[in-house]
């Protein structure tokens, strides 16, 4: 009988690690009676009088309001509460977390290489895809690579990817002017419908 008397006074001491609700649902504020502290700091537009109140009080504002009331700041002495419509609060964070998602798009980069005597149908060829490619939102890096003794020609690789530039001026800006890294000279263009 005493080891019943124990198992029974454990879940008080711990209400929130196995109460009736699921773990994965349970929200991540303390609402209306869920509060278990004597006293909070009431903040926000609807309270005419912000300041500390005893917990049946502030329940009782929120219930007259037909609104929630809930814990914002749990570590504060005493607890700070809003009186808010919690529902709509969730949902405009869910929200607001989708939009931020969607707002930052993953920058994808598509790379098109030369030759430094790259011939004109070929250069077309590759123009023709960067087009594409800055159309649907990608950057572009551009690069001529030279192989053993090519590196000879590097100005004619800058004169190449100058020509790239001025051909997609329409749909592109320059990020990094041509510049030789190694055996490559790099230029990058991000598209000018990008959203910033």
Known sequence: MNNNNTNSERPQSQPQGRGGAPKKDEPEHRI??????PKVRLVGENIEEPGVYNTSDALALADNL?????EISPNAEPPVCRIMDYQKFLYQQKKRAKELKAKAVKVVVKEIRFGPNTDDHDYEFKLRHAKEFLQEGSKVKAYVFFKGRSILFKEQGEILLLRFANDLEDLARVDQMPRLEGKRMILMLTPKSAKK
Not at 32 to 37: A, D, E, S
Not at 66 to 70: A, E, G, P, Q, T
């Open 32 to 37: 209306n009676n869920k509060i278990r502290v």
């Open 66 to 70: 037909d609104l929630d009331l809930v």
